[in-house]
C-alpha cells in the first residue's frame, strides 16, 4: 500500500508586523532588556538577517513596537456635556491600564533617544492634550500639566511593583514597626498595608484634577 503523504502546514508570511508582535510578545514576558533582533528572528523562526528585510534595525523595530503599542489605546468619546476634565481623566485611567499590561514599556520610554513620532504614536498625546486645553488651560499650562499628570501615572505603576506595603504585600503580616520610634508608620500602619492601588490611584489623580479646576476658576 502506497504511505500517503503527510501534509506540510502551511508557511506563515513574515511581515513588520508579525515582528513586531514577537517583539512585544517578548518585552511583556521576558522584559525589554531581552528583546534583540537574534531573539526575536528565534521567536517568529527565522534567521536574524531575514528580519532586515522588514525592519531597518533594532531601533526601527522598537519604534514599531511602540506604535503598536499606542495605536492600541481607546480613546473615550469626546463629552456631550462639556466636561473635559473627566474626559481626560478617562484618558489617564486608559495610560495606567496600558503600563500596566506592558510594564517594560515604561523602560523603553525612559531609554529612547529618538522615538518614532507618527500620527498613531502621538494620538493619545493629541487627545490627553485637547482635554487640557478645552477644560481652559493655556497651552503652557496644558503642557505643564500632561507632564505632570503623565509623571504621576508612570511612578504609580512603577510604585505598584515594588512597594512595601499594599497590593500584593495586603495579605502578608504586618511588619513589627516600634511605636515609640517611628510613631507616624505605627499609627497609619493598617491603612498603609491594606492600601488598595486602584484606590490610591484614583485619590491622586482627582487631587491634581481638582487643582486644575481651582486653576481654570481663578484666571
Not at 490611584?201 to 486644575?212: A, K, R, T, V
Amino acid at each position: 500500500m502506497p504511505r500517503t503523504a503527510t501534509p506540510t502546514k502551511p508557511r506563515v508570511p513574515l511581515t513588520r508586523e508579525r515582528i513586531v508582535d514577537a517583539a512585544l510578545h517578548i518585552m511583556d514576558t521576558e522584559g525589554l532588556d531581552a528583546v534583540s533582533m537574534r531573539r526575536v528572528a528565534r521567536e517568529v523562526g527565522v534567521e536574524a538577517m531575514s528580519l532586515y528585510n522588514h525592519v531597518r534595525d533594532k531601533d526601527d523595530l522598537l519604534n514599531g513596537v511602540i506604535e503598536q503599542v499606542m495605536r492600541s489605546v481607546a480613546l473615550p468619546d469626546e463629552p456631550v456635556d462639556g466636561d473635559w476634565i473627566a474626559y481626560g481623566r478617562d484618558i489617564a485611567f486608559g495610560w495606567r491600564t496600558l503600563f500596566r499590561a506592558h510594564p517594560s514599556l515604561l523602560q523603553l520610554f525612559a531609554e529612547r533617544k529618538r522615538a518614532g513620532a507618527s500620527v498613531d504614536t502621538l494620538r493619545p498625546m493629541d487627545a490627553a492634550l485637547q482635554a487640557l486645553r478645552r477644560a481652559g488651560l493655556s497651552d503652557s499650562d496644558a503642557v505643564l500639566a500632561f507632564h505632570t499628570i503623565g509623571g504621576y501615572i508612570f511612578g504609580s505603576v512603577m510604585m505598584e511593583s515594588g512597594t512595601l506595603f499594599g497590593g500584593q504585600h495586603a495579605q502578608t503580616p504586618m511588619p513589627d514597626v516600634p511605636a515609640d520610634v517611628l510613631p507616624n508608620i505605627a499609627a497609619c500602619l493598617p491603612f498603609l498595608c491594606d492600601c488598595d492601588f486602584d484606590a490610591q490611584f484614583e485619590f491622586g489623580l482627582d487631587l491634581m484634577l481638582d487643582g486644575i479646576r481651582t486653576k481654570i476658576r481663578a484666571q
